[in-house]
């Protein structure tokens, strides 16, 4: 069983040999963790982290997707049981890769994360400067239906993966319309997902009450989905 956890950011950020966190919690309860530093990624080089650009969906994905299928033919990580999670970015690739590989993940957890990449051009604190705006033209370009096509909502009838949708009522870089809308397309469809909504919380949980009670919920829904009550119900 595994968990691919995906940096936000997600230019110029990387993931580094230090503690984290959420890796412990993961591994402590017997998780292996795959963190990838696709193309758009911090310390190597500019020419690397340009390669990210315009790639939401593109190749930023498919580096996730590659590195999981390693861990794979690795023998690290059963093809049957792997989830995919992440924070702002990473939040939009676990959701991006549960719609472009339907068959390689059991579950994803989409922590504060973007679902409609027309939306960041209307809601959000980014495009409030000039530069921000120059900067999302820059890395995402201004094809609507590109941006539509790579964006997770448009694509849910390819979904088959279990889902958790995180989000802050707060949050001002990602609004929390972001989640909303998806929260209620998988209603619509009558999809059943796990949804944890905070209305104080920003860009992330950071009050100690809230941040429990989401990593307890998170735990439970990955040992339904891909731990050990999973393997004990496949059993019988």
Not at 64 to 75: F, K, L, P, S
Not at 84 to 105: F, H, N, Q, T
Not at 119 to 134: A, K, V
Request: net charge negative.
């Amino acid at each position: 069983m595994a968990g691919v956890l995906v940096h936000g950011g997600p230019y110029g950020i990387r993931d580094t040999w230090t503690f984290d966190p959420e890796v412990q919690l993961l591994a402590s309860r017997g998780y292996a963790v795959l963190q990838v530093n696709y193309r758009g990624s911090g310390g190597y080089g500019d020419a690397f982290l340009r390669a990210g650009y315009r790639e939401w969906g593109g190749k930023m994905q498919d580096d996730v997707t590659d590195a999981t299928r390693w861990a794979i033919d690795q023998g690290i990580a059963d093809a049957k049981r792997i989830c995919i999670y992440g924070s702002s970015y990473g939040g939009y690739a676990a959701m991006e890769g549960a719609v472009k590989e339907p068959d390689l993940y059991k579950c994803a957890i989409a922590d504060v994360g973007v679902y409609d990449l027309r939306l960041m051009y209307s809601r959000g604190d980014t495009t409030q400067t000039l530069f921000g705006e120059n900067f999302l033209k820059m890395i995402l370009g201004e094809d609507q239906a590109e941006l539509a096509a790579r964006s997770p909502i448009t694509q849910l009838n390819r979904l088959k993966a279990s889902v958790m949708l995180i989000a802050g009522g707060a949050d001002t870089r990602v609004p929390a319309v972001q989640a909303e809308n998806l929260h209620d397309a998988l209603v619509q469809r009558k999809v059943d997902h796990e949804w944890i909504y905070e209305r104080t919380e920003g860009h992330g949980f950071y009050t100690e009450e809230h941040v429990t009670a989401m990593f307890q919920k998170m735990l439970a829904f990955l040992d339904r989905q891909i731990g050990a009550s999973q393997q004990a119900a496949a059993a019988h």
